[in-house]
């Protein structure tokens, strides 16, 4: 059985389709949320699926204290879903070419520090961008530079805001993240 364990610092709506995706897989399990937030609604998500939480601090992060929670749950696979904090070069370390992120535009345009949720769709909207999309990609010590594992796209041309974008991008998240992440543990990228 492969864990999985997913840090996200806000809604959670990745991380409840990623647990509903995986509920009945008997290989590959969502064994455990991180939150940086104790109100982030990720939590609640989790609880509802009986997934167990941990909730740091970015001091805690930095120290160790997660790390040793991810081997403590024999993790073997981290996925990130709206984290805003950067994952330390120990984490990394650790779990090389085993930590994906999804981000929601098509890197390398619009990624970097900073560059999560809606201002990543009002900078797309403002460069009239035709379209846009998502990236899953590896982490790295940089933020949004590892190797892309996959990207998807969308028109936008359509779209009047920014939130129509994100929603957009989001329907994108949905489909593929769960799919990407079974295809990198089965072995069959």
């Known amino acids: 059985m492969k864990k999985i364990a997913i840090f996200s610092s806000g809604n959670g709506s990745n991380a409840e389709n990623i647990i509903k995706y995986f509920k009945q897989n008997n290989k590959i399990k969502v064994e455990l949320i991180l939150s940086n937030r104790p ?14 939480t941990f909730v740091f601090t970015k001091n805690s992060l930095n120290k160790g204290s ?18 805003l904090l950067k994952i330390p070069e120990s984490i990394i370390d650790c779990y090389k070419n085993k930590i994906v992120n999804i ?28 379209k846009s999309g998502i990236t899953i990609h590896f ?34 998240e949905m489909k593929f993240f769960p799919r990407i992440i079974e295809t990198l543990l089965d072995g069959k990228n």
Do not use: W
């Open 39 to 52: 109100g982030a609604n990720v939590l609640n998500r989790a609880k509802k699926h009986n997934v167990d």
């Open 66 to 83: 997660v790390l040793k929670e991810l081997n403590i749950k024999k993790i073997d696979f981290i996925v990130l879903a709206g984290f």
């Open 103 to 130: 981000h929601p535009s098509l890197l390398p345009l619009y990624g970097g520090r900073g560059m999560y949720g809606i201002h990543v769709h009002n900078k797309v909207f403002y460069a009239k961008e035709t």
């Open 139 to 172: 982490v790295n010590k940089k933020y949004d530079d590892g190797a892309v594992i996959f990207q998807a796209q969308c028109p936008i041309d359509s779209c009047i805001r920014p939130k129509d974008i994100q929603k957009k991008v989001h329907k994108l």
